[in-house]
């Protein structure tokens, strides 16, 4: 049986915005996430929280973070981001957005 990935709608965040505090990024996951791509396109730093509570990552300014759950794990269809999963991103207020890229495994 093959198997298909398509593109959730592109989500953003302005980083004028940031106020130092977690804020959203785009909505919680429709579908289960095979790749995600945080793309930092702002100038300022900005820490990623899958709860709002503890920074789980950190992405450099006018840099992206690429998150392939199924690289090198073969067929193993077990390695996803469960649907509901929601980013959480904080920084300084700066200029650019925050980019949120997710492909899902097509039902």
Same mark, same amino acid.
């Given at each position: 049986?093959?198997? !298909? =990935?398509?593109?959730?709608? !592109?989500?953003? !965040? #302005?980083?004028?915005?940031? #106020? =130092?505090s977690y804020q959203t990024l785009g909505s919680s996951l429709t579908s289960p996430a095979v790749l995600v791509k945080i793309i930092n396109n702002s100038d300022q730093d900005i820490d990623v929280s899958l709860d709002a509570t503890v920074d789980h990552d950190f992405v450099p300014a006018k840099s992206f973070f690429l998150y392939d759950l199924r690289a090198n794990?073969? !067929? +193993? =269809? +077990?390695?996803v981001l469960q649907t509901g999963t929601q980013f959480f991103i904080k920084g300084a =207020?700066?200029?650019?957005?925050?980019?949120?890229?997710?492909?899902?495994e097509r039902p």
């Open positions: 049986m093959t198997k !298909r =990935a398509e593109y959730l709608e !592109r989500q953003s !965040r #302005d980083s004028s915005t940031f #106020d =130092a794990h073969g !067929r +193993d =269809a +077990d390695y =207020a700066g200029t650019g957005s925050v980019y949120l890229v997710v492909l899902r």
